[in-house]
Each structure stands twice: as structure tokens, then as C-alpha cells.
């Protein structure tokens, strides 16, 4: 953990949102019929990534329900790299930025499975 002190010092917290602001811009090009569906289940989902970073992170004192959060953040993880996937198939998105998107969510899911595997580097004893 070192001298984190803040969650927007984390490496993984600034890549999801990097990331999540990222695909803000690109789904402004997605269909308008999509803006109920895929448009804004993909802004939720990356979204929630980081906050779920945050909520994991004021909660370090309680080592279980730090996992849970990073565990919600994985989960949400997962499902953006769904509506990627959706967005390539539907042809929103080219397959090379679909699997660049994907790539980024596949090494922000690793940084949390690092956390939950060693939540004692980042809890508060």
C-alpha cells in the first residue's frame, strides 16, 4: 500500500476511470434507440468500477466488506467488458478498440484480484 492515502491515488482506481471516460466519449457516437440499453448499461457498469473503488477503499477497517466492494468493482469490471463486447458486435465499435477496451479492463480486473488475493497490504489494522 505504501502512502496511499486517498483512492484516487490508486493506479487501479485512475485506469477505470480513464477508462470509463473513455468509453463516455466513444458511446456518444453509439445510435440514439441504444441510449436507453447498451449506451447507458455501459456507462453504469464502468462507472461503477470506481465507485466501487472508493466506497472499498473508506472501508479498509473492515477487511470483508473491503473484499466485497473490490469484489462489486470486479463484477462490474466484468460486465463493461459485456457491453464492449455488445457495442463490437453491433458494430459501434471496430474490433481492434473493442479488444484495446478490453485489454484495459482485463489489467484493472487483475489489479483487484491482486487486492482481494493480499487485502491485508491494503486494510488499516
Not at 10 to 22: E, H
Not at 26 to 45: C, N, V
Not at 85 to 113: M, N, P, W
Request: with cysteine; aromatic share 10%; glycine share 4%.
Amino acid at each position: 500500500m505504501g502512502n496511499i492515502r486517498h483512492f484516487r491515488e490508486l493506479d487501479v482506481y485512475n485506469a477505470a476511470m480513464k477508462a470509463s471516460l473513455r468509453l463516455f466519449e466513444l458511446s456518444k457516437g453509439f445510435p440514439t434507440e441504444e441510449r436507453y440499453s447498451l449506451t447507458d448499461q455501459m456507462r453504469r457498469s464502468s462507472r461503477s468500477v470506481c465507485a466501487n473503488l472508493a466506497e472499498a477503499w473508506r472501508k479498509r477497517r473492515y477487511p470483508k466488506a473491503f473484499v466485497n466492494k473490490l469484489s462489486d468493482a470486479e463484477a462490474e469490471a466484468a460486465e463493461t467488458q459485456v457491453w464492449i463486447e455488445f457495442a463490437q458486435h453491433c458494430g459501434y465499435l471496430d474490433a481492434v478498440l473493442a479488444r484495446e477496451l478490453d485489454s484495459i479492463y482485463e489489467t484493472i480486473q487483475g489489479k483487484l484480484v491482486n487486492m482481494l488475493t493480499h487485502p491485508e497490504h491494503w486494510t488499516i489494522r
